[in-house]
């Protein structure tokens, strides 16, 4: 937890820089190397460094920094440079305002997965009001973020995340315990293999990249985020099938599915969760306008249950 303020650390070098300055500095190495927000994560990762907040950093800017500081902030900014994501340097990422502990065996939440969070809450809401009791599963549950983002907007909620990775869930259950959400709960596996229904909604995020498209992602994902959370087979849908097959056992009657699309994909997921004996809904976009969440229901014939 970065601190408001830190004690001041004189320093004997006339020329030694300012808090400023090596904000400065930094932020146009990374420039040079072509990262795309070198001001924000200049001033994180000197703020990490020196235990401040972003007041903190404005209010001592002038200050000049000692030797052991600027040793400190150089070695994080050199792993920067090497294009190592900044909230896996800090080890945290905030997502739905939640402030979120990382590993090496979770992704990095984006910000465009919040869909999968609005179009949830707003599945939810179409069927009844948040207050009611409900059963919720995330498959693939990596840091927790999805159903902890759900948490804490559903009161009587309970969750559970799976995931293949017992790293992942070890993190998942931090995460859960630090935030004080009680009603989570989770479970090694694959997809839903231990899980027995019905829920109210089923929610992934699941591995999308088509194999061969991995070596031309950018560094910060194809180098550190976990390849078992990218890979989606040959075409990027081995997952989305597993999950169709999976989903209509899992879903309540009134229940939906919802999970986060990559580019392009919209069409040939909800074919596949069609195909299982699902109602596919138009696919909600990110706020980059990209198709991001689809949302699946149980086919209705006639008024009744297919």
């Not at 004080?180 to 929610?203: E, H, K, M, Q, R």
């Not at 976009?285 to 086919?299: E, F, H, M, S």
């Amino acid at each position: 937890m970065l601190r408001p303020a830190a004690a001041v650390v004189l320093s004997d070098d006339a020329n030694a820089p300012t808090i400023a300055e090596a904000r400065r500095a930094w932020a146009g190495k990374f420039r040079a190397r072509g990262i795309e927000s070198p001001e924000l994560d200049a001033r994180i990762l000197i703020g990490h460094a020196l235990s401040l907040d972003h007041a903190g950093l404005a209010s001592a800017s002038a200050r000049k920094l000692g030797a052991g500081e600027n040793s400190a902030i150089a070695a994080l900014a050199q792993r920067r440079l090497a294009r190592e994501p900044v909230a896996r340097i800090v080890g945290t990422k905030e997502f739905w305002g939640l402030l979120l502990r990382l590993n090496a065996e979770t992704l990095v939440p984006r910000p465009e997965t919040e869909t999968i969070v609005e179009a949830a809450l707003a599945a939810i809401e179409r069927s009844g009001s948040r207050t009611r009791r409900l059963r919720i599963a995330d498959l693939g549950t990596g840091s927790g973020a999805i159903l902890l983002a759900l948490l804490t907007e559903l009161p009587r909620a309970f969750g559970v995340g799976t995931d293949a990775s017992s790293g992942a869930l070890v993190i998942a259950r931090d995460n859960a315990r630090r935030l004080g959400l009680t009603s989570a709960a989770y479970v090694a596996c694959d997809i839903a293999a231990a899980l027995l229904g019905p829920f109210d909604i089923v929610i992934s995020n699941p591995p999308y990249i088509a194999s061969r498209d991995i070596a031309a992602l950018p560094p910060e994902v194809r180098s550190f985020d976990p390849r078992g959370a990218l890979d989606g087979g040959a075409d990027g849908l081995d997952f989305y099938r597993a999950i169709a097959a999976a989903a209509p056992a899992l879903l309540a009657p009134d229940g939906a599915l919802v999970v986060e699309l990559g580019a392009g994909q919209s069409g040939a997921v909800a074919a596949l969760f069609a195909a299982a004996g699902l109602a596919p809904s138009a696919p909600r976009p990110d706020l980059n306008g990209v198709p991001r969440a689809l949302v699946a229901t149980r086919l209705q014939v006639n008024g009744h249950e297919a």
